[in-house]
């Protein structure tokens, strides 16, 4: 009998933590083009029908930031959104959800919080995470959600020349002055950050410049 109790308390407490692990939050893998900007849906998969609150913790790659003011829930919540970064120097969003009068989170997958972000010009892809996250449901059950890690891509925007540091729309000598003034911190301007990153590490060396010099020359 009491091998019976325990084999059935280990199954309720199996089935209970399958329960929890079907509160699944995700952003899917995307690709955003350098200096643009996009929305990232943060989607909710859910079977408890109580979820009321929430708090969901985000970090990006570096280079890409979100728009704090204009970050909008969907219709399937009520509720009211605050987004903060908590951590100084450190790419993390902090989204908590409240409604005063316990309204519950609409139906159980779609998009529930819509998110602005852009990628600067140094931006060269990277992976995000959804962390230390959880829903809070009408009867104050605390309910953890899985951490989850996605792929963010990258892509220069069409009708770049690389190369044409100063964007004036040709690959010449100038190109090559105006991407040195830019490794001795001289700010040149204007300057095209994506166009003078020839070898795509996110970051302007003296490669970049060879590689500037290759193109004239027609090697590259």
């Known amino acids: 009998m009491r091998k019976k109790i325990i084999f059935l308390a280990v199954a309720l407490m199996c089935f209970a933590s399958f329960s929890k692990a079907a ?3 995700n952003i899917y893998d995307f690709t955003i083009k350098v200096g643009e900007t996009l929305t990232m849906p943060l989607e909710l998969t859910n079977t408890t029908n109580n979820l009321t609150s929430f708090e969901i913790t985000v970090e990006l ?8 003011d204009n970050c909008v829930l969907t219709d399937r919540y009520s509720g009211m959104l ?3 970064k908590p951590y100084e120097g450190e790419n993390v969003y902090r989204f908590c959800g409240l409604d005063v009068e316990l309204g519950v989170i609409a139906g159980t997958s779609g998009a529930l919080i ?3 972000v852009t990628a600067s010009q140094t931006f060269r892809g990277g992976k995000g995470q959804i962390i230390d996250s959880y829903f809070v449901t009408t009867d104050r059950e605390r309910i953890e959600v899985k951490d989850v890690v996605f792929n963010v891509g990258y892509e220069i925007p069409a009708g770049s020349l690389m190369g044409d540091a100063n964007a004036d729309g040709v690959v010449d000598i100038s190109d090559v002055l105006v991407t040195v003034d830019y490794i001795l911190g001289k700010n040149p301007n204007p300057f095209d950050f ?6 795509k590490t996110g970051q302007i060396d003296i490669s970049d410049v060879l590689m500037i010099v290759d193109k004239i020359l027609g090697k590259i």
């Open 82 to 84: 605050v987004v903060k």
């Open 114 to 116: 819509e998110i602005p």
């Open 194 to 199: 994506a166009n003078a990153d020839m070898d």
């Open 61 to 68: 790659p570096d280079g890409l930031t979100v728009d704090v």
């Open 23 to 25: 509160e699944n939050l």
